[in-house]
């Protein structure tokens, strides 16, 4: 599976939108961006994913670059509560695996 | 109902002692894993096992075995602890994909901080 590389930590006001972005140069045609997030200590979090179209759901958007070797993750109003460890992935469609990498922390500040 | 249950959420146990953590999850799902979280934080994944059989080992020492007794559990026994067995362990599921554009995410469960004095 594809590395990425990301920001260790952002900061964002509260209310306004979180971007975070990820690197993935190495991406390949069969392996999907995954984001997931940490809050404190608790099991990681689904938010999002996808493969080449920019995909929206109730939590975030995912912009993923034509090139597909960068995305971002957008928290559209962010609260105090959506801090947190923030890690993007790339996984082959078919492949069970899912490797964390250090991912970001961010932090919303009131 | 909690999707993926890991018991106990807490365990403090002494250098060589074996012990075990349960998994279950009730998503119907075909792939089950143990993550590691170390105290700086980093997710590495230990095993995975998809209907019954191991498809991953990340090196983990042989202390550290998975035990399956069906597709809806993954314990994880651990013998002899160690220091530096002490971290948190996340149980995690996902189903597995058969054709494109299944919604294939990984749910994990709340985590198990183990502690080894």
């Known amino acids: 599976d594809a590395k990425t590389t990301q920001p260790p930590s952002m900061d964002c006001a509260e209310g306004r939108a979180a971007n975070l972005p990820c690197n993935h140069s190495?991406?390949?045609?069969?392996?999907?961006v995954y984001w997931y997030r940490q809050i404190h200590s608790q099991g990681p979090q689904y938010i999002i994913h996808g493969l080449k179209n920019n995909e929206t759901n109730e939590m975030a958007s995912l912009i993923i670059t034509e090139d597909r070797k960068s995305s971002t993750l957008i928290l559209p109003h962010a609260t105090l509560r959506d801090t947190a460890v923030y890690y993007c992935?790339?996984?082959?469609?078919?492949?069970?695996?899912?490797?964390f990498g250090t991912g970001t922390s961010l932090t919303v500040i009131p | 109902d909690t999707a993926v249950s890991q018991t106990p959420k807490y365990l403090v146990t002494q250098m060589g002692n074996d012990k075990s953590i349960k998994c279950e999850q009730n998503l119907g799902h075909d792939t089950m894993y143990w993550y590691k979280q170390d105290s700086k934080k980093f997710l590495k994944i230990m095993f995975s096992?998809?209907?019954?059989?191991?498809?991953i080992n990340e090196t983990v020492p042989n202390r550290f075995s998975p035990k399956s007794p069906d597709k809806a559990h993954l314990n994880l026994h651990i013998n002899s602890l160690e220091l530096g067995d002490s971290a948190v362990y996340f149980c995690?599921?996902?189903?597995?994909?058969?054709?494109?554009?299944?919604?294939?995410?990984?749910?994990f469960g709340q985590g198990t901080r183990l502690t080894v004095v």
């Open positions: 992935i790339v996984r082959v469609w078919y492949g069970n695996q899912f490797y």
């Open positions: 995690a599921s996902s189903q597995e994909l058969r054709d494109r554009g299944r919604n294939t995410e990984a749910f």
């Open positions: 190495t991406i390949s045609g069969n392996e999907y």
């Open positions: 096992y998809n209907n019954k059989e191991l498809i």
